[in-house]
């Protein structure tokens, strides 16, 4: 849309006189956006106010070049802010709201309000604490050139905007119900995630980062060094089940606490018949609108902890909420929470009841490639490696190959099966559903309508085995949601039953289903 | 086994597409196969063998059988077998509804799109491919899963490709996902 077109009214118009059809005038961004412009000089100033603490505030040379470098490069991001800040202005027209920016080059970027698909508010802990907000509306077009981000307004103002966004991109409002809320009960759930373990290490290495960055080289350290020194050789059976449930418990905690930061005043509800949104985070708080329209179905997570739990989380399978990245951290609708809430909330989110899932199973080839998959890739390799080092070196590497092979196996073969036991597809409604993955278990219903494309993908292998792996296009999501290790005799049939008319030109009654009918 | 036996009267399988590649486009894999991977393959070998012959030769004995094995063998079977199961693999049709593409040779893939759905129709032609008089058809959808590709068609017959899908789906009204 044409950013002159406000332009028709005669300049000593006053703006007052024809509400209708004066132009609006450009708004900037809040002031305050300076200051959070700056922040980020916090973490070199803090690491060297660190140096000086540790030095007993006596620095060197190398320490006085780095802080007169840091203040140049303070001075010129203070500098650059102030001329972004004044040169950037937005304004919401009849039909279109723009964004005129630029340090050297001057843009403006216009996006029609009918084709605003969704208005977030993110605000980071900086940003909270002065109050501001940061909102962006997109198109859903995918890529950035479909989004316009305001960084940073006001609270008050972005909330208004975002509603009138909203309001005028042709939403209607209606008293949907709450689908779901923050509950403390949750919070259980929470050590069942990655993090729990992942975040231990995760930790570890960013204050292993820290210290090297300032010098420090813990184990000189004196109690770390005697703690070792104490503990690290003499007793090993106690050590290491102790370390291991130290580090359960830090990652526990540090999940707990994680999960409680992003999750607090969590609210999914349908803010009208038209826009589901997503609201939580205590020190960030994030929010996603996302437009009915957009919405092609619903991913149930069970990752392995979690699903031994009996929890799952829910995302939305929507399009235009940004690339990979984005999408998986924005298209989370439930946090890890009970099954059952999970299943509410999918069927709360799709508008109609899918209930438990019940799916076909996969022909037992695919059984079989999962078994010989882990034991070919997972147990095999380390095995052989022992083996052949122990035949050239030691009998005690032979002892371990063999200790190996008899603790992995079986531990292959269960994750085996639990990945066929995994498989399925499946037609409810209008929705299709595909089910895969041991470690990360997804349930996906995918809207049949919302289907591009087919694809059918096979190996040598695979097409000896008569299982093909067939894959449903969206523009939404990840793109593409895989039935994986289906009959090679149903695929096309399924494919064609779920998409009425995509594939029907191009089938043909199979030759071994006329040769030998019932097999 | 039981849930598959009742679809199995009526069970419809997917036929291969109508049209075939051009018979020029085996000349161009070959050439490809030759440029990226065969050809550095056996030079690398040729310039190791030759190394060693000049300058260690004893060497030779061991070198020689692993360099068959790694660099050699592998380079003579791909181009070989490449070209020839492309050619047999990839075909392309139009229908009435949908786009439909078969390629790869050792994976295989067969991509259907509806013209419905079909976003842009790209042409392109590679040095390579220009010399040989091939180009390569890509119609994408709003899916990054959903791009169908046409390789190794000739130049006439891509340009009617590109004009008849660009018809078609003009032609078809879009549906749901345009606005």
Known sequence: MSEQQPEQQPEQWPAQAAPAQAPEPWRTLDPRTIAVHCTWMGAPLGSLALTALATGGRLDTRAWITLAVIAVVFAGIAASGVVTWRRTRYRVTADAVELRTGLLTRSVRAIPLHRVRNVDITANAVQRVLGLAVLRAGTGGGGRGGEISLEALARPEAVRLRAELLARAGARRADDPVLAGADLRRLRYAPLTFWAVGGVFAAAGGVWRILDGIGIEPWRIGIVRRAFDDFGHSFLWVTVPLALLAITVLGAVGAVALYAEEWWDYRLEWTDAATLRVRHGLFTTRSVSIERARLRGVTLREPLLLRAGGGASVRAVAGGLGNTEENRRRSVVLPPASYAEALRVCDGVLGEPLGAPELTPHPRAALRRRLVRALAWCVLPPAVVLAVLGALLTPVLLYCAAGWVLLAAPVAYGLGRDAYRGLGHGLRGRFLLVRSGTFGRETTALDRSAVLAWTFTDSPFSRRAGVVTATAAVAAGEGGYRIRDMSADTAAGFAEAATPGMLAEFLEPSRSAVNDGPS | ?179
């Open chain 2, 1 to 179: 086994m039981a849930g598959h036996r009742r679809s199995a009267q009526t069970q419809l399988m997917l036929r291969p597409p109508r049209n075939g590649v051009d018979p020029r486009a085996r000349r161009w894999w070959t050439v490809q196969a030759l440029l990226t991977v065969s050809g550095p393959l056996l030079l690398v070998a040729v310039a190791l063998l030759v190394n060693s012959l000049l300058f260690f030769p004893g060497a030779l004995p061991w070198l020689a059988p692993l360099l068959l094995v790694t660099c050699v063998l592998p380079a003579v079977a791909y181009v070989l077998a490449m070209p020839r199961l492309r050619c047999r693999i990839h075909a392309w049709e139009v229908g009435e509804a949908a786009v439909y593409a078969a390629g790869g040779w050792l994976l295989r893939k067969r991509r259907i799109a509806p013209l419905s759905r079909v976003q842009t129709v790209d042409t392109v032609r590679g040095p390579l491919q220009s010399r040989f008089g091939l180009a390569t058809v890509t119609v994408t959808t709003a899916s990054t899963a959903g791009d169908v590709r046409i390789a190794g068609v000739s130049d006439e017959d891509a340009e009617w490709l590109a004009t008849r899908i660009a018809d078609a789906a003009r032609l078809v009204p879009a549906d749901g996902d345009a606005a």
